[in-house]
Nanobody
Framework: QVQLVESGGGLVQAGGSLSLSCARSGSIFRINHMGWYRQAPGKQRELVAVISSSGSTNYADFVKGRFTISRDNAKNSVYLQMNSLKPEDTAVYYC???????????????WGQGTLVTVSS
């Protein structure tokens, strides 16, 4: 059973920084990519950043230059360093893993429970 556990959310003033962590447990044959998404109140969940198994990254335009995604394969973890935070970054941040399920013979998404990031003005 694959599980993702996020940590690191909290309250920060505008302009400040936070670092999120996501630890994965459970055996996975092949991870395609991992990433961070967020969902603000009344809005749809949106992509923040993803990192592939090869280490290539992709960011939403609204976080480019401010957020950095990274991974530590030895620790089965992915991280999101968030700098220059803005009030509009306030949301629940979810860790995501897209992986190949050998039993179902297809790719699946696994989500963490989410961690709240609140940026005050």
């Amino acid at each position: 059973q694959v599980q993702l556990v996020e940590s690191g959310g909290g309250l920060v003033q505008a302009g400040g920084s936070l670092s999120l962590s996501c630890a994965r447990s459970g055996s996975i044959f092949r991870i395609n990519h991992m990433g961070w998404y967020r969902q603000a109140p009344g809005k749809q969940r949106e992509l923040v950043a993803v990192i592939s198994s090869s280490g290539s990254t992709n960011y939403a335009d609204f976080v480019k230059g401010r957020f950095t995604i990274s991974r530590d394969n030895a620790k089965n973890s992915v991280y999101l360093q968030m700098n220059s935070l803005k009030p509009e970054d306030t949301a629940v941040y979810y860790c995501n893993a897209n992986f190949y399920h050998t039993g179902l013979l297809r790719n699946l998404d696994k989500w963490g429970q989410g961690t709240l990031v609140t940026v005050s003005s």
